[in-house]
């Protein structure tokens, strides 16, 4: 069995433990709260609930730390430090900083002797493999990644930072005729705003003043300013009927062509009805694949394209030949 910690309970480490349960391979041992351990209930029969203060007690105990935090200000301090520890992995999804993430987490494993695995989940992850593997296939062509439609559960905090919102969702959604373009195999240049829209729904305070609040949706750099922006404004009833879930999903394409100027377009979607839920079983499954790597004799730090995929299955070799190949 393949002894999981988990690092940080919220909806991301939820999703970790439904996860585990639903691997043969794989038990849960503790989870890690920065929370109060005796306020915090998990489902798993015989695990611990433990300060994130004690982790180093558990060391002999665990054989991959799934980290659970934000990838804001957590993980990058998370991570580094529970590398020399233990075999880590983590959902690090600030694209621009993966580098740097990357070199951090690299140093402390290779200091502990261990595999740390950063930014595995869907994107980065999942849109990440399948656009190193059509670049590969098709090398003159252009890649297009489209996110949605979702709930950004970062851009819906940013609303709800908005002076006179008590809540509110922000659905990012693909726009349909640059979707349409992209799979056309005419390699169209497209830009941040012909590519997505976003949504918002909004409860705001009695008496708020919505016109300021709409205005500060829409011209909000980095977030909203970029898009076309449309906000509605409903109450915190219909919010919770219609909108408590956290559905996501996307496409990876790539249109190119072949060495006669044959077009080929390649295509990758999702459509998931729980984004952390569908993160954490991608997470799991290379949680598997972090302790096979380890078992091996592997240190340092690795991403999803350093993986073979016969390491992601609980099926042998020979299982996946006969069955899948």
């Known amino acids: 069995m393949i002894r999981i910690g988990i690092f940080g309970y919220g909806n991301l480490g939820r999703g970790i433990e439904s996860a585990i349960a639903q691997n043969d391979d794989m038990e849960l041992v503790a989870v890690f709260t920065r929370r109060e351990p005796s306020n915090v209930k998990i489902k798993t029969q015989g695990a611990i609930v433990a300060s994130s203060d004690d982790v180093l007690s558990f060391i002999d105990k665990i054989d991959v730390m799934v980290i659970c935090g934000g990838s804001a200000t957590d993980l990058p301090k998370q991570t580094p430090y529970l590398a020399r520890y233990f075999n880590v992995i983590d959902s690090f999804d600030t694209h621009a900083k993966i580098p740097e993430h990357f070199d951090n987490v690299d140093a402390s494993a290779l200091e502990g002797g261990h595999i740390a695995m950063i930014s595995v989940g869907w994107d980065p992850g999942m849109f990440s493999l399948n656009r190193m593997y059509a670049g590969a296939i ?54 941040t705003r012909q590519k997505h829209t976003r949504e918002c729904f909004v409860v705001a305070e009695d008496g ?66 729980s984004n952390p839920e569908f993160t954490a079983s991608v997470i799991v499954a290379y949680a598997r694949a972090v302790y096979r790597m380890a078992s091996e004799g592997m240190v340092g730090c690795k991403t999803v394209f350093d993986v073979a995929p016969a390491y992601l299955s609980p099926k042998t070799g020979a299982e996946l030949r006969k069955n899948l190949l």
Do not use: C
């Not at 002076?163 to 056309?184: C, F, K, M, N």
């Not at 915190?236 to 559905?247: A, R, T, Y």
């Open 138 to 191: 098709l090398p003159e062509g252009q890649d297009y990644t489209f996110w949605g439609k979702g709930v950004s559960q970062g851009h819906s905090d940013a609303i709800r930072r908005i002076d006179g919102v008590l809540d509110a969702r922000q659905y990012t959604i693909p726009v349909e005729s640059a979707l349409e373009g992209a799979r056309s195999g005419n390699n169209p240049t497209l830009t």
């Open 208 to 273: 708020a003043d919505l016109e300021r609040i709409e205005n500060e949706i829409k011209t909000m750099p980095n977030y909203f300013a970029d898009y076309d922006t449309t906000v509605h404004f409903i109450t915190q009833d219909e919010l919770n009927e219609k909108h408590s879930g956290i559905p996501h999903g996307g496409f990876v394409i790539r249109s190119g062509v072949t060495g006669n100027g044959n077009k080929h377009v390649i295509e990758y979607s999702l459509k998931l009805d």
